[in-house]
């Protein structure tokens, strides 16, 4: 079934389609283009240490979630990072600004990234990988 708008109300007619009652047809739910092209589960981490890591940052700042510093902590720069040492060294400078003690949140964030996959955009067919 569908309704055309009066001109008067919209420059240009639409024209919306309604199902009928009682013939609602069941349609496939896809996924997004970004869990098709990443692990689900590896971004529901990546939310979840997200918003820990906002939490955290609003208990060492004594702040709302709105009022938090602009802090890039990129996971996948931590990863790439050889060692636990350099990874706390980075976000130690990261939080030079910060003037609670933060060695338990570096300690904890560092727990939370090991083990952690770094993202990265799936290659196309034919393209070499670096």
């Known amino acids: 079934m569908a309704a055309v708008t009066s ?3 919209t420059p240009q007619p639409r024209v ?3 199902t009928p009652p ?3 047809e069941e349609v496939p739910q896809k ?3 970004v869990t098709v092209k990443y692990d689900r589960k590896e971004l529901r981490r990546r939310l979840n240490l ?3 890591i906002v939490s955290q940052l ?10 938090v510093p602009e802090l890039e902590i990129d996971v996948d720069e931590l990863l790439d990072l050889p060692s636990d040492v350099e990874r706390a060294i980075r976000v ?3 939080l030079v600004d910060c003037y609670k003690p933060n060695d338990d949140f570096v300690a904890a964030l560092l727990e939370k990234v090991r083990g952690m996959q770094k993202l990265r955009t799936p290659q196309k067919k034919g393209e070499l990988t670096p």
């Open 31 to 33: 996924q997004g283009r």
């Open 22 to 24: 009682g013939t609602e």
């Open 92 to 94: 130690k400078m990261l």
């Open 58 to 67: 609003m208990n060492l700042y004594d702040c709302e979630e709105d009022e």
């Open 50 to 52: 997200e918003e820990w």
């Open 7 to 9: 001109p008067e109300t």
């Open 16 to 18: 919306y389609f309604q």
